[in-house]
């Protein structure tokens, strides 16, 4: 039979074929042939099968349409694109690549049409290391052009144009791409001419100044038809966050946030400004041109529409040629009627005027009534949005104040003026002014209160009462004199005086800083009385320039005590301290009697806001010689390794001390190591040190070392069964600036070592 354990499924023919095959001449069976057959057969169905699958999946391909072939090899292209920025420690910010770029990155892919520009030309504002900048030129055509700007003060600029034309180096297609420098106070001409179609950036603004000279920088190089947009990281600078978008509306841009990858809404405008602990997130704004005009327009017509449905109908009668409006106008001003108790303004101008209302207060509109004799009522509308961006104004100064008819004149000329003021804070405030010296009312938590207060603050001047009204509200600091308040922290009364003076901002990062002059507000030192208070207000006022204002001042507060020994002496050089309070654990060798010294002298030095302090001298002269060592060893960079032999030496001299000398009667003598509590007590042997190896011949010897062992045979009277070794303990010696000897240190007694006499 046959070996071929398929042939029952082969063909008829081809099952015979086989089966005549194996079969030898003598009748018998050929394994071998039967499974090279079989093998080979398999690989024939092998390959018969691979040419099928083969013809599959180009069918396969071959039906996928050409956009999908497209996106494939974009995001072949994408995932080989690998744009490298080198660090570097620079004195901006542009040394690093910081993670808000790739946030504003996936914004501008998903959120923008700024890759599908054909041809145009892209600024970037601010681009540090260049990463961002050149990802986005990366994937736009060589059509378009692409300046990367950086300022050129601290190496920035150097810095970008050196990661760019690294990754030119590697082949990456940046040949459309420029580095130029652009200083945001003066925008160079070549760039304020350009008509650029993208303009972006990311984290510019992490100085105060920068809130000011960016919305202007966007000014000058947008145009109305320019997107521009702005990353900006909120709350971490929540006053430059007010600031800024303050600056974009007074220069008739408006910053809108935009939705961002994965946001499904914008959190709410006020939100993040409420808050105690805000998050910090990057929020990305577009950048628009207001139509200031307009909504100023709609402004004016809202009011005078609302005003003329309100005034009766009056008619009108020809003027004569020589007849004067103004005597109208005054006439017209002079019988209007007042309620003593609201706010007017004196004078109609020919048009409402424009009121700052960033707070939501009410604006207050006056009808031109130039040839009428009946008063117009007043109108109040809220502010509106479009009122908003129309009266830019700095959320966090909310210091709008309403004048009353009485306080139409300055109050610094004697005249009576009554306000009432709205706080940052959001509280009201009274505020009176009587001769030029203001008296303030307590603060409220709204506007109807503050009138109130304001009521009875008129009362109160009218009758001579206004002391009295003060006690009651326990604000009687205002009644001191003119330039003097009483501190309620410090306990004691302080003289003030503002003086303007010329103060100078670095407005031009390049150029000089530009001078402008701002009141100051100087204050003399406390005072325990009024009168005293009152002469340096006196001398105060006597200054004629800011110099002899300063010269007034320190002569006016305490002078700084110097550091002096006895009166007596001589001045304490720069690096010595005198300790007048206390004395050192240590004596000379036979004078226990008068071991209680008073003062001593130490050296030292400051190394990286590190005090060093050497160890007590009993003379000036060694200290002033520890000084010298401790500044050499500081100019050589060796101060710690100089400071730590002082304190061995000091160490050991005063563990010698205490061996050699003799203790007064009543005091056992130090117990040597190794002997158990209670024990015979002796004195403890130690080998005498090398003093010259201890401090070189060039520097001063302290003066009480030559007392330490007079002789050797001082040495050798040592009992002779004396322990051989002391441990010198160094542990109480730290780096730091109080004094070595205090009452925590090792240098006390132990319990079995002798106590000085108190």
Not at 93 to 100: H, M, P
């Amino acid at each position: 039979m046959t070996v071929f354990p398929g042939h029952s499924l082969l063909p008829f023919p081809v099952s015979r074929r086989l089966k005549r095959d194996v079969v030898e001449d003598d009748g018998s069976h050929s394994p071998l042939k039967s499974c090279l057959l079989a093998v080979m057969f398999s690989l024939l169905l092998t390959s018969l099968s691979l040419a099928l699958f083969a013809c599959w999946m180009i069918m396969c391909v071959a039906v996928s349409s050409e956009e999908q072939v497209e996106v494939s090899a974009l995001d072949a292209i994408e995932r080989m694109i690998d744009i490298q920025c080198e660090s570097a420690a620079l004195t901006t910010t542009g040394g690093r690549v910081w993670s808000a770029s790739h946030d504003m990155l996936a914004f501008l892919k998903e959120k923008t049409d700024l890759f599908s520009l054909k041809k145009g030309r892209v600024l970037e504002l601010g681009s540090g290391c260049g990463w961002l900048g050149m990802e986005v030129a990366s994937r736009l055509p060589s059509t378009v052009e692409v300046v990367l700007t950086e300022q050129e003060e601290g190496g920035g600029l150097e810095w970008l144009q050196h990661n760019v034309q690294l990754n030119q180096d590697r082949g990456m297609p940046l040949d459309n791409v420029t580095c130029r420098t652009c200083d945001w106070n003066e925008v160079p001409a070549d760039l304020r001419e350009v008509e650029w179609d993208f303009i972006f950036g990311t984290e510019l603004v992490y100085l105060p100044i920068l809130t000011r000279i960016l919305p202007r920088a966007i000014k000058q190089l947008a145009r109305p038809n320019t997107q521009v947009y702005y990353g900006h990281r909120l709350g971490r600078y929540e006053s430059m966050d007010l600031d800024l978008f303050d600056n974009f509306r007074s220069l008739g841009l408006e910053a809108k946030e935009q939705l961002q990858p994965g946001m499904k809404e914008l959190p709410p405008e006020e939100e993040h400004f409420t808050q105690l602990f805000p998050e910090m997130r990057l929020a990305v704004y577009k950048i628009e041109f207001i139509d200031r005009l307009t909504a100023s327009d709609k402004f004016y017509k809202a009011a005078f529409v609302e005003v003329l449905l309100q005034a009766p109908e009056i008619p009108s009668e020809p003027l004569s040629p020589g007849h004067d409006r103004s005597t109208d106008t005054a006439h017209a001003s002079s019988t209007a009627l007042r309620d003593p108790h609201t706010t007017s303004v004196p004078s109609t101008p020919a048009q409402p005027p424009l009121v700052d209302s960033a707070d939501g207060a009410a604006l207050v509109a006056q009808p031109p009534s130039p040839s009428s004799d009946i008063p117009m009522p007043r109108m109040e509308m809220e502010a509106s949005e479009e009122m908003a961006l129309a009266v830019p104004s700095k959320r966090a100064r909310r210091d709008s104040g309403v004048p009353t008819p009485e306080g139409s004149n300055s109050a610094g000329e004697g005249e009576l003026l009554t306000i009432v003021a709205q706080l940052k804070s959001g509280l009201w405030r009274a505020e009176i002014a009587v001769d030029g010296k203001k008296y303030r009312g307590p603060t409220r938590d709204t506007s109807e209160e503050a009138h109130n207060d304001r009521i009875r603050m008129e009362q109160a001047r009218e009758s001579n009462t206004l002391q009295q009204l003060l006690q009651e509200w326990d604000m009687t600091s205002q009644l001191l004199p003119k330039g003097v308040y009483y501190n309620k922290s410090k306990k004691a009364f302080i003289a003030t005086i503002h003086q303007q003076v010329s103060f100078t901002e670095a407005e031009n990062l390049n150029g000089p800083p530009l001078p402008r002059p701002v009141t100051m507000k100087y204050e003399g030192p406390s005072r325990h009385t009024v009168e005293e208070a009152v002469h340096d207000r006196v001398l105060l006022e006597a200054a004629q320039s800011p110099e002899d204002l300063q010269v007034i001042l320190s002569r006016l507060r305490r002078p700084k005590q110097e550091k002096r020994r006895p009166p007596d002496a001589e001045r304490i050089p720069t690096g010595v301290h005198l300790k007048k309070d206390g004395y050192p654990y240590f004596v000379e060798v036979t004078v226990w009697k008068t071991c209680m010294v008073r003062s001593y002298f130490t050296a030292q030095v400051s190394l990286h806001r590190k005090n060093f302090r050497g160890p007590p001298r009993l003379t000036l002269e060694d200290a002033i010689a520890d000084r010298q060592r401790l500044t050499r060893a500081k100019e050589e960079g060796r101060v710690e390794e100089v400071w730590a032999r002082m304190k061995e030496e000091y160490a050991q001299l005063q563990q010698l001390r205490r061996l050699t000398s003799t203790p007064p009667t009543g005091f056992r003598s130090l117990r040597g190591p190794g002997r158990p509590r209670g024990s015979v007590t002796r004195l403890a042997q130690v080998p005498l040190p090398d003093l010259a190896a201890l401090t070189s011949a060039a520097e001063s010897q302290p003066s009480y070392m030559a007392n330490v062992v007079r002789t050797a045979s001082d040495h050798e009277a040592l009992p002779s069964h004396a322990d051989p070794v002391v441990k010198l303990d160094v542990s109480h010696f730290e780096c730091t600036s109080n004094d070595y000897n205090d009452d925590g240190g090792v240098q006390a007694a132990g319990p079995d070592e002798p106590r000085l006499p108190q």
